[in-house]
Each structure stands twice: as structure tokens, then as C-alpha cells.
């Protein structure tokens, strides 16, 4: 089977313990998944004619996940679903504004995340 086909997950957070959870999860649900630790991470790993979902942390070094959506390529139209400790809904309402998916809070709900990236993967 050529898993280059299968959808990916990427998940970017720079909570190292965050990204192994979410791989953990995701992987034991049959997913694949790619765990990076900053946009710049992700930037210089990605392959754009993969398809699937990501997971973007809020608060990240350097690029900020808002950030990243303001100025994301447009060929880049993986489906994203963001997340974040601590968000008000200035900032929740600016991320729906950019397109993403769904804003969820930390900690995640595992059925929530899981319904969210079902529905990516839909959109993929």
C-alpha cells in the first residue's frame, strides 16, 4: 500500500510532550502523523502535494499560528484545526475569520479532535 497517499496530520506545537500525546492518539487511531515544533520546522519538512489536516498551536516561537494563516502560501490548503491554552474571542473570532476549522482549547477533547480531523479529512 503507498502510504504517501494515505492524508497526513500535522501537528505543530512547541510542547514537545503536547505533540507526542497528539501522535500517540492519532497514530493509535490509524492516522499518520508528522509532529513539528515551529512553523519554520514545519516550512522546511512540508510537501505540499500531501493531502490531510493540521494541528497548529496558537503560541509558537517565532511565527505564531495566527501569523502563519495571515501569511500561509495559498497552494497551502490544508484544512487546519487550532488550538491553544489560552485564547479570548478576539483571537478565536480573528482565527475563524482566516479559515480554520475548528479552535479548540487545551486540554483537548480526544472525541472533539477526532470529529474535527474526520471533517478535515472530508474537506482534504
Excluded: W
Excluded at 519538512?45 to 509558537?60: E, F, S, T, V, W
Excluded at 495559498?74 to 488550538?83: A, L, N, T
Excluded at 475563524?96 to 487545551?106: H, I, N, P, S, T
Aim: negative net charge; hydrophobic residues 45%.
Amino acid at each position: 500500500m503507498d502510504q504517501t497517499a494515505d492524508p497526513i496530520v500535522y501537528v505543530i506545537d512547541d510542547d514537545e510532550a503536547v505533540r507526542d500525546a497528539l501522535t500517540i492518539l492519532l497514530e493509535c487511531c490509524g492516522m499518520r502523523v508528522e509532529g513539528y515544533g515551529s512553523i519554520a520546522e514545519f516550512s522546511r519538512a512540508q510537501h505540499p502535494q500531501r493531502k490531510g489536516c493540521m494541528i497548529l498551536d496558537l503560541h509558537l516561537p517565532g511565527v505564531s499560528g495566527l501569523d502563519y494563516l495571515a501569511s500561509r502560501p495559498s497552494e497551502c490548503e490544508i484544512p487546519v484545526i487550532m488550538i491553544s491554552g489560552k485564547a479570548d474571542a478576539r483571537v478565536r473570532a480573528c482565527a475563524e475569520r482566516m479559515g480554520v476549522l475548528a479552535f479548540l482549547e487545551k486540554p483537548l477533547s480526544d472525541e472533539a479532535l477526532l470529529a474535527n480531523i474526520r471533517a478535515a479529512f472530508g474537506r482534504a
